[in-house]
Each structure stands twice: as structure tokens, then as C-alpha cells.
């Protein structure tokens, strides 16, 4: 009798944990989806109010500076880059978001870097290069992916999410932060995009 009523017990609990996992499960399916569909950068939001001098991961400051090393060891920097609108993309390959918003940035990249734009992947995975290497060939991915394995980049921007996405115009300065996966291909990012390209 004990036997039966333990093991009824323990059912009842099991389809509990069961129903409040589907529930959860659903709604960061839910959250993360309508998340996704948010435009990421509109042409309002690339109007800096203020500006500053300092260096510091926030809008209307300067984008920290940093040096790393890029897929064949070569060391790129930030500063290599100084005069184009730079999209900086710190992602991982163990990032399901960033999988999906991959394809959308190559597709950016090859629509406006012959105007000045470039996409600037910081891979924050750690000690494993090869993985990295295996996702760009996967995802044929055309534009500059370095890594942060000391998670130098990753510290200097104080990232709580990833994938996070900051956009920097051609003076250096932040004109937007995108926590999260956008679509980076609506009408809404061309626009801002196109209007920061045209700012010399």
C-alpha cells in the first residue's frame, strides 16, 4: 500500500516539474522570439545626443580600444578600422541566438562594405579555435572574426549578454548597443546604416 502511494506520489510530482518546465520553456521561446523580431537599429536611434571624449562601452562615447588576434594569428585592432562604421558582434558558438543572426550580418556586410561598413566578430569562445574556424566555414561568413579567448574585449565592454552587438560610427564613437539577436536585414537597419555611411 505504501509502495502504490509513494509511486503515485512521485508520478504527481514528476508531472508537476514536467508542466512548469513546458511553461518556462515557452515562454523564454516566446520572449526570446519576439525579442528577435525588435528592429535593431533605427535611424532615431543613431542620433547621439550627447558626446564624449571618453573611452567607454556606453552611446556617445568613444569604443574602447583593444588588440587581438584574428583566425590565421594575426593581430587586428580596433584602430585598424578607424574611418569605417564598424558593427561589433561579440558572440560564441555555443550561442543559439547568435547562430541565428550569423547569416544576417553576412548578408549586411556584403550589401554595404564596399561603402565603408565592416561586421567585426569577437568570438568569446575559450581555448577552442578550431570550433570558431568550423563556424565560419559553416556559416561562410566573409567578414573579420577574431578571438577574445582572455576575454580582453569582453571586459572592456562590460557585456551581460551575448550575443551583443555595438554599432560605431567613422569617428569612433558608440551610436547604439543591441543586446540580444536582431534581424539585422529590415528596411529600418539599411536606413541607419546608410545615413551613418554617408556621415564623412
Known amino acids: 500500500m505504501k509502495s502504490i502511494d509513494s509511486k503515485k506520489k512521485s ?8 508542466a512548469i518546465y ?30 564624449h571624449t571618453q573611452e567607454r562601452s556606453a552611446v556617445g562615447y568613444m569604443a574602447p580600444g583593444f588588440t587581438v588576434r584574428n583566425l590565421d594569428g ?8 578607424k574611418g569605417q562604421v564598424v558593427v561589433l558582434n561579440l558572440w560564441a558558438t555555443w550561442c543559439g541566438p547568435c547562430r541565428i543572426e550569423m547569416p544576417g550580418f ?6 554595404f562594405r564596399s561603402e565603408g561598413l565592416t561586421i567585426l566578430a569577437v568570438s568569446l569562445d575559450k581555448d577552442n579555435d578550431q570550433k570558431v574556424r568550423d563556424f565560419v566555414k559553416e556559416y561562410k561568413l566573409s567578414f573579420p572574426v577574431v578571438l577574445d579567448p582572455q576575454q580582453k574585449v569582453e571586459s572592456r565592454y562590460n557585456t551581460f549578454t551575448i550575443p551583443t ?20 536585414e529590415s528596411r529600418e537597419t539599411f536606413d541607419a546604416l546608410e545615413l551613418l555611411l554617408k556621415k564623412s
Open 165 to 184: 552587438t555595438y554599432v560605431i560610427d567613422r569617428e569612433g564613437r558608440i551610436v547604439a548597443v543591441v543586446d540580444g539577436a536582431k534581424n539585422w
Open 106 to 111: 553576412e548578408n549586411l556586410y556584403r550589401r
Open 74 to 81: 594575426n593581430r587586428i585592432s580596433l584602430e585598424d578600422y
Open 22 to 51: 513546458v511553461v518556462l520553456f515557452i515562454g523564454a521561446l516566446m520572449l526570446f522570439v519576439s525579442h528577435y523580431y525588435e528592429t535593431p537599429v533605427t535611424t532615431e536611434d543613431v542620433q547621439v545626443a550627447s558626446v
Open 11 to 18: 508520478s504527481t510530482l514528476i508531472k508537476k516539474y514536467a
